[in-house]
């Protein structure tokens, strides 16, 4: 992978911002004509730097507004426990993020639900289900003071 300039990075600053600027945009933007935004487009998604293009959700009015992060730590750690814990957790549509931590637990989990009857539903039915978790702990977000997709840029 080459080195980003500063036009490259003014780019990938601009679609964080807004994923449906259209070249023409984004070359006015950046000052440089529609081709050369196009090529640029084009080697930053296949050198990986743009993963995806995705549309963000409003989770409240899709009745997902209530959000828990769930510590879980497993009843030990090996190679065929983490593998297969993490094909479980790959196929339940409520957790929208997984990771794996350092500390007290072994992964995080950020899960959406409807409601705390739901949630606690989930805990029995989904997550208790599981033989090789040994215990969780769920925090429940209250408010959102902050929160971003978004990877700091430095531009220059």
Known sequence: MERLDSTDLKILKLLQENGRLTNKELASKVHLSITPVYERLRRLENEGYIKKYVALL???????????????????????????????????????????????????????????KYYQEFIINVLGSMSNIDSIESVFIMSVIKQSSSIPIDVE
Do not use: W
Request: glycine content about 4%; hydrophobic content about 40%.
């Open 58 to 116: 409003d989770a409240d009015k899709l009745n997902r507004g209530f959000v828990v992060l769930c510590n879980v730590k497993l009843t030990k750690i090996n190679k065929d426990l983490a593998a297969e814990f993490t094909q479980c957790v790959l196929n339940i549509p409520e957790v929208t993020e997984c990771y794996n931590i350092s500390g007290s637990y072994d992964y995080l989990l950020r899960i959406h639900a409807p409601d705390m």
